[in-house]
């Protein structure tokens, strides 16, 4: 089997997401979640419509739709390696705590599939 041609501009954290999203679709088939597509390079007008119709810098990159016992729903902001949230993905964090999310920013398969098992098992 050819690789996509396209596996070449693919981004670490790309991967990663890859992963979890894998594993989501797999363990949870029935979770709603949803990948933020806040990143990449746009043009002009992408850009201006993009705020137009109310995007958000610093929205976290995996929002999970589902409350638990405790939580509202679980935002995730994947990193890899030593890459740091920016201060607006920290202010979104903040603020979804505030509004009764689990919000972290995690660089590490396993911790994140950890976190991700936790908090869905606590419904």
């Known amino acids: 089997m050819r690789e996509n041609p396209f ?10 997401q ?3 999203i894998s594993y989501l679709k ?4 029935r ?3 949803t990948h ?3 990143e990449g390079k746009r043009s002009v007008f992408e850009r201006y419509k993009f705020k137009y119709l109310g995007a958000k810098a610093g929205v976290p ?5 589902k409350p638990n016992k405790t939580y509202c ?4 902001e994947l990193k890899v390696g030593y890459n740091k949230p920016t201060k607006l993905q920290k202010e979104w964090l903040k603020n979804l705590e505030d509004n009764n999310w689990l ?14 098992d936790k908090y869905l098992k606590n419904v």
């Open 7 to 16: 596996n070449k501009y693919l981004t670490k954290e790309d991967k990663l």
């Open 103 to 116: 919000a972290l920013c995690l660089n590490n398969y396993e911790e994140i599939v950890e976190t991700i």
């Open 26 to 29: 797999y363990q949870y088939p």
């Open 73 to 76: 729903g679980l935002a995730l």
């Open 36 to 38: 933020v597509p806040n």
């Open 18 to 20: 890859h992963r979890i």
């Open 61 to 65: 990159d995996l929002l999970i739709f």
């Open 31 to 33: 979770v709603l979640y």
